[in-house]
């Protein structure tokens, strides 16, 4: 009887280990399937964000120094250039965690790095990721983020207390946006945006 009961629970082990091996290799098959996704979600996998200066601004996590960032300069006209990470931002480096706005820009749970470039720009949109080609027509920056074949818009405007930024698959303001990011200010601004 007692031999019974050890036979059994071993049998019963034996079945628990094959179904947790298929379980797994299950898991591993999803996580591999994910990373062999079609081009045309290459854009969901590349980070965005907005700089001030040279405070990078992003939902990206543990950017490493030295990672390079496209910019679209959001001046008249727009233009590109590159920056830099240089390593996490502070209240002195970065506009946004200064003490009057950093808790409502803190709070959109963002990430903050000092970045260093050549360009001068007051507000940019910050690329990190597959961007195979940009060009500038009448006046405004598009680019193939992803590679793709679309061609991306970048914008900028003004709400009632900060600066509202957006990459668009089309037209701007008439679809959903690819990515939109926002700056508090923490005072009153005239509004610009539709």
Request: hydrophobic share 35%; aromatic share 12%; with cysteine.
């Amino acid at each position: 009887m007692l031999y019974c009961g050890i036979r059994s629970t071993i049998f019963n082990l034996k079945v628990l280990f094959y179904v947790s091996l298929f379980a797994f290799a299950s898991c591993d098959r999803f996580q591999q399937a994910d990373l062999n996704e079609p081009s045309d979600h290459k854009i969901y996998k590349t980070s965005f964000g907005f700089l001030h200066n040279r405070c990078f601004v992003t939902s990206g996590k543990n950017i490493s120094p030295g990672t390079d960032i496209l910019l679209v300069l959001l001046n008249k006209p727009q233009s590109v250039s590159r920056a830099k990470v240089v390593g996490p931002a502070n209240s002195k480096t970065c506009g946004p965690l200064a003490e009057d706005r950093h808790e409502r820009n803190i709070f959109e749970g963002e990430s903050f790095y000092e970045v260093k470039s050549s360009a001068e720009y007051d507000l940019a949109i910050g690329i990190i990721g597959d961007v195979s080609q940009s060009k500038v027509e009448n006046g405004l920056v598009l680019a193939d983020i992803g590679n793709d074949g679309n061609f991306e818009r970048f914008t900028l405007c003004a709400t009632s207390e900060g600066i509202s930024f957006g990459i668009w698959n089309s037209k701007p303001y008439t679809d959903k946006p690819v990515w939109t990011g926002y700056y508090y200010l923490g005072y009153d601004v005239d509004r610009t945006c539709p």
